[in-house]
């Protein structure tokens, strides 16, 4: 085949070599519009993994990188007037010029032509190729040619950056962050040959302009860099190699994602994208050069796999951009979110944590890191950090004694003190008979306290007959209820050493409905044991457009009396006993349709601004807190992502919860969704953390992290960083009421007790994980 590669970055250089070693016979051509042997930017890195996937195509390359790499496994933060290290991360560090060099050498003695201050403007300059690679960069011109049927998605990210050098030595990839009148800056700094380091140093928008550094020019922005680290730097000098870049060469960082990958032009050439012409990942967990590099790997393999014939061409690049389009995203999603930590950080987090915990959250930043994970690669340190948690919790130990995982230390609020962070969420059952929770409520609650969760949620519990979300809903609006909740509770405090809470709500207009398995949110039936009931909400909706009932516009009159029904259902959850109250203003029901513009179309005080839609909620909850003992914590459950254009977004969750916070709320149950049917929501594991996460630190406020929570390696990397203060874990508890003794047991922490009618089985489940997990 005839191969030209248009840029002489990894990917087009890698590539030439691979496929020219595979054949020899195949014509190969590298175009690069930058001198020989010349190249900008400092060093790059790529992880232990993609080195030994380079051993494995051309010993001869990875050899030689090998000699001229600089590996290291320790992470160093500097922050706060300490540093902080952790190791057994295994990362590369070459420079860029050097690596390209390697490259460049090994596709001459292959026979690859290199050809040099060459500027590519089109693919149609080589007509004559089978076979274009794509590989000129985040600029692509050849992308932007066919940007119909390539459809990038460029985002540009608010931070600055400027990527320089120094000749300060540095064993570890250090992280270093310094505070200024006017916010944080953030250093990413890793030596890549024995006498040169990278120092990429970034900020956000508002703090880079509010220093001037928007007039600065390239001097002068080193000299102000050198001035911020000084104590860091020791007196050694920053230096760029940008001079071709005007200005101060600060840069935004741009996201690149492709829909298409390869086309075919008008000449029969197939034109195929690579590295940051397809995908781009942040520097801040360096995987730029390691996309780039497994791109030129994979493309190979499928050739070599399937013929390095130009008929194969076709089917070739499909297999490619399916085989890579997961793996790509997959590592762009944890560059997103290390990135998204960068940028935030000087909000969220430099203020509000301690040395410990920001290493712990900057370590577990992309989401790749988790709890467990690390204690693979430096269980002194993460040792070291458990032992800090569980002090910082009040928990007294011994040094002999083994570090208590952070899930299983206790959480105090008010008067009541919760014997670990794992929550058993309110999961609707349907299972009540005239809103009176029976035998089953207790058998399902009892045997979830028994469980060895901290708190257990009963269901939301509805304030009225007319407040139910189907005719199975529990409510407290009569003696015999508030009666029957008091049997539940009592037994919960007989029999275990869990916390009881109740949710108290009204359905709103998401009301009269069937039981889930005859038809979730469909309108009841006639032949069911009740005629529908009215309808309610902050405007006229339908929740399912033609098919639900339409609730009326509640006007003062309809407030005033729901307001009392929450207040009587209260007093009523107060004599029952429960240990903990949350007011339901999330999903959609009632108090979330005044919260949310999408439901809430008022023109009176209670529609318009945020403010105004929070009234009527706000009031329900003061009355709800007064009527509530004061000793017990009161908590408040909030959609924070509508999910919809329009609707409450993260940022507004904030707000939503400094007012809440303001009236008195302990704690904020951060969920998401089930206000409109025309949501789309990115589903994942621990996908609405980040809400409890922003909401925890902007507004200062307690958190309860929810949904896909379901192993203990996730809560405990939640509660670690600071994410969320407790974790409210729904399906997991439905499949097994002893997830938390089994999780617990699975982990090896062995010290949570068990009911003692169960205890024969605790040494038996322990020892089986500890077999299973022993078995290589």
Avoid at 490 to 495: E, G, R
Avoid at 504 to 510: P, R, T
Avoid at 657 to 685: P, Y
Wanted: aromatic share 10%.
């Amino acid at each position: 085949m005839r191969i030209t590669c248009i840029g002489g970055g990894p990917a087009g250089l890698y590539f030439g070599l691979l496929m020219k070693k595979l054949n020899p016979a195949h014509d190969i051509t590298v175009v690069e519009r930058n001198k020989p042997y010349d190249t900008f930017g400092w060093g790059v890195v790529f992880s232990d993994a993609t080195m030994e996937n380079m051993r494995a195509w051309d010993p001869e390359t990875a050899a030689e990188i090998q000699e001229a790499f600089n590996h290291w496994d320790d992470i160093e933060l500097h922050f706060k007037g300490r540093a902080i290290r952790s190791g057994g991360h295994g990362f590369v560090g070459i420079g860029r010029k050097k690596l390209l060099n390697i490259l460049q050498a090994r596709c001459e003695a292959l026979g690859v032509k290199l050809v040099f201050e060459c500027d590519a403007q089109s693919d149609e300059d080589y007509a004559d190729s089978d076979l274009i690679i794509a590989s000129d960069g985040i600029n692509s011109r050849i992308r932007g040619r066919y940007a119909e049927v390539f459809k990038p998605d460029i985002v540009t990210r608010p931070n600055r950056y400027i990527w320089l050098g120094t000749h300060k030595n540095y064993d570890a990839f250090n992280f270093l962050f310094e505070k200024t009148e006017h916010g944080w800056f953030q250093a990413h700094v890793y030596k890549f040959d024995a006498e040169t380091t990278t120092f990429i140093v970034e900020c956000p928008e508002h703090v880079w302009l509010a220093h001037g550094l928007d007039q600065a020019d390239q001097e002068q922005s080193i000299a102000f860099c050198e001035q911020l680290f000084a104590k860091n730097l020791q007196g050694a000098k920053l230096m760029t190699n940008a001079r071709h870049l005007r200005g101060s060469a600060w840069l935004n960082f741009q996201r690149v994602v492709c829909e298409q990958w390869s086309l075919q032009n008008r000449h029969g050439s197939h034109v195929v994208l690579m590295g940051d012409a397809v995908h781009t990942a942040h520097f801040a967990i360096g995987s730029g050069t390691k996309l780039a590099i497994e791109d030129a790997i994979e493309l190979t393999r499928l050739f070599k796999e399937q013929g390095d014939e130009a008929g194969h061409i076709p089917q070739v690049l499909a297999d490619y951009q399916a085989a890579r389009r997961i793996e790509t995203l997959r590592l762009q999603n944890a560059a997103w979110n290390a990135m998204e930590w960068f940028e935030v950080c000087g909000l969220r987090y430099c203020d509000q944590l301690d040395p410990e915990q920001f290493m712990y959250s900057m370590l577990t930043r992309s989401q790749r890191i988790s709890h467990e994970n690390l204690r693979l690669r430096d269980k002194v340190w993460l040792e070291g950090y458990e032992r800090w948690f569980a002090a910082r919790a009040g928990l007294e130990r011994d040094p002999a004694q083994p570090a208590v995982p952070p899930m299983f230390t206790p959480y105090r609020l008010r008067s009541v003190t919760l014997k670990n962070r794992v929550v058993v969420s309110p999961m609707a059952q349907y299972s009540a008979v005239d809103g009176i929770a029976g035998d089953y409520h207790l058998v399902h609650l009892g045997a979830r306290a028994m469980g060895g969760a901290g708190l257990v949620f009963a269901e939301m519990t509805c304030v009225s007959a007319d407040a139910r979300i189907t005719p199975g809903c529990p409510g407290l609006w009569t003696d015999a209820q508030g009666a029957a909740w008091k049997r539940i509770a009592d037994w919960v405090h007989a029999n275990s050493d869990a916390k009881l809470a109740i949710q108290l709500g009204h359905a709103g207009a998401k009301g009269s409905t069937r039981r889930a398995w005859d038809g979730i949110d469909r309108p009841l039936l006639e032949a069911d044991t009740e005629p529908n009931w009215p309808l309610i909400s902050a405007s006229p909706q339908q929740y399912l457009e033609g098919v639900s009932q339409t609730s009326r516009a509640m006007d003062r009159a309809d407030m005033d009396r729901v307001k009392a029904d929450f207040v009587a259902a209260t007093q009523r959850a107060a004599a029952a006993g429960f240990d903990w109250l949350e007011l339901h203003c999330a999903h959609g029901y009632l108090l979330s349709s005044f919260i949310s513009p999408l439901t809430n179309q008022r023109s009176d005080e209670y529609g318009g601004s945020l403010e105004n839609r929070l009234r009527y909620p706000l009031e329900v909850f003061a009355a709800v807190r007064a009527a509530w003992p004061a000793q017990l914590p009161m908590s408040v459950r909030i959609s924070a992502h509508d999910w919809v254009e329009g609707g409450i977004t993260p940022a507004d969750a904030v707000e939503i919860a400094k007012a809440f916070k303001a009236a008195g709320a302990d704690l904020i149950d951060c969920s998401s969704g089930q206000v409109s049917k025309q949501e789309k929501i990115s589903f994942g594991r621990m996908f609405q953390t980040p809400f409890a996460d922003r909401v925890r630190q902007e507004a200062g406020i307690p958190t309860i992290a929810v949904g896909a929570i379901s192993e203990a390696d996730h809560v405990n990397s939640i509660i670690a960083a600071g994410r969320a203060d407790l974790c409210a874990v729904a399906r997991p508890h439905l499949a097994n009421p002893a997830w938390t003794l089994t999780e617990a047991a699975k982990i090896g922490y062995t010290e949570l007790l068990w009911p003692k009618q169960y205890r024969s089985a605790k040494p038996q489940m322990e020892s089986l994980f500890a077999r299973a997990k022993a078995q290589p």
